[in-house]
């Protein structure tokens, strides 16, 4: 974003608007099924990472720099594009839940797997070459449609009396988690939300550094009010047995909307879905994009056709993910923990006062990535049954630290500081 004109109210509504996606929505009331208020779990850690960055906010702001720049300023072009290609982990995850969703109202329509998913890859890779303006205005005309019939269904539902207590129920549900699962799940997104370039843009893009501070602030309040809507119309329906039949947790936000739409009149629930799944679509024609522009920092400069074949190399990327059949936000949470760990020490020590050696970089980032890539792929594997995401993320970060302390030990003599930034 290149000029910075944005007030607190527009950084906190752009915010708002990156969180609340078909990820946001469809996962919360996938896990709410299981875990009834309890699925707000994650819109409460997106709250909470947007009031942490609130707090560097300033910084990153006088900076101005996506968060690639960052490194690539105080560490060297190597590291730069490292960050950048390393952001490719999360956006995969991102991807394969827009996948899921997109699948799970393709369903609902009638086509059987596998085809719901091949279909929605094909409608994915068309959407990613439309023209940018046009196509963000259709697909978020879609997401606010659906928001609006979000809110229907808690009045029709009769839900208002569970959003109102949705507090001590949530302090009451969340025991159904796994402890060290939940923590796993609160760090992966609160973190991601503070070393996520898609947030950082929005805060470098505000008119002044209190407008960048205050617009967290904001947001984080706005995430706070809206995490708890869709598990609070999950239970409501659940309660009532609106939710009978459904046949896969991941379609039970089209499938309730869906159902609510067709109480308007004859085609409403059709319309729906293709709003969905219009919305889904959006959502993961934009991921698309932004894994384009990363892979094409790393593409060999020949290749043919870039514009058409690296599409396709971020879908295979998205669609693998996707294929382990996970639930949309534990997609997106097992590899949102490897991107953490490799990259969030060195942010801590980049931001923070005290520098660290150069040298430490490229290997901090190295050890963390390689340690919770090593977990992923063994609880892919099989060879992990419980707690995959607690041992990926914990693993990475402890091997980030040692490899620092390692480092710095080892040249502390021989090696200059780089300073962090005053500001």
Request: proline letters at 5%.
């Amino acid at each position: 974003m290149s000029s910075r004109a944005l007030g607190a109210l527009q950084v906190a509504v752009l915010l708002v608007s990156a969180s609340y996606g078909i990820g946001f929505l469809f996962g919360s009331g996938e896990m709410a099924l299981s875990h009834g208020m309890g699925g707000a779990l994650y819109g409460i850690a997106t709250a909470a990472g947007m009031l942490i960055l609130a707090f560097f906010a300033r910084r990153l702001w006088t900076r101005g720099l996506p968060i690639w720049d960052l490194f690539g300023e105080r560490f060297g072009a190597p590291v730069q594009r490292a960050v950048a290609l390393l952001s490719l982990v999360w956006m995969a995850g991102v991807l394969a839940a827009q996948i899921h969703g997109g699948a799970a109202v393709v369903r609902l329509l009638g086509l059987p797997s596998p085809w719901d998913h091949l279909l929605m890859l094909a409608f994915i890779y068309v959407a990613s070459q439309l023209a940018l303006g046009v196509a963000s205005r259709l697909f978020a005309v879609c997401l606010l449609a659906s928001a609006a019939v979000l809110g229907w269904a808690l009045f029709v539902s009769g839900g208002f009396d569970v959003y109102r207590d949705a507090v001590p129920a949530l302090a009451r549900d969340l025991s159904s988690f796994d402890p060290i699962q939940m923590v796993t799940t609160t760090v992966a997104v609160t973190v991601l939300v503070c070393l996520g370039a898609d947030y950082h843009q929005f805060v470098i893009g505000a008119r002044r550094p209190a407008s960048a501070v205050l617009g967290c602030v904001l947001a984080g309040l706005a995430l706070l009010l809206v995490a708890c809507l869709p598990p609070a119309v999950v239970v409501a329906m659940q309660r009532t047995g609106a939710l009978d039949g459904l046949a896969d947790a991941k379609q039970v936000m089209p499938f309730m909307l869906a159902r609510v739409a067709a109480s308007v009149g004859p085609g409403a629930y059709t319309v729906m879905l293709a709003t969905l799944g219009l919305a889904a679509l959006g959502s993961a024609a934009a991921i698309v994009r932004a894994m384009t522009a990363a892979l094409a920092a790393v593409a060999p400069r020949a290749l043919p056709s870039p514009h058409r074949v690296l599409p396709v190399a971020a879908l295979v990327i998205g669609a693998l993910l996707a294929a382990r059949g996970q639930g949309i936000i534990d997609t997106m949470v097992s590899v949102n923990v490897v991107y953490i760990a490799s990259v969030a020490v060195p942010f801590v020590a980049l931001l923070g006062r005290r520098g660290i050696p150069a040298s430490c970089v490229p290997l901090a980032m190295t050890a963390g990535f390689v340690a919770a890539a090593v977990a992923y792929l063994a609880g892919w594997w099989g060879w992990i049954d419980a707690r995959i995401d607690a041992v990926s993320l914990f693993s990475g970060l402890a091997a980030s630290l040692l490899a620092v302390a390692v480092s710095m030990i080892r040249d502390r003599r021989r090696l200059p500081i780089v300073a962090a930034p005053n500001a």
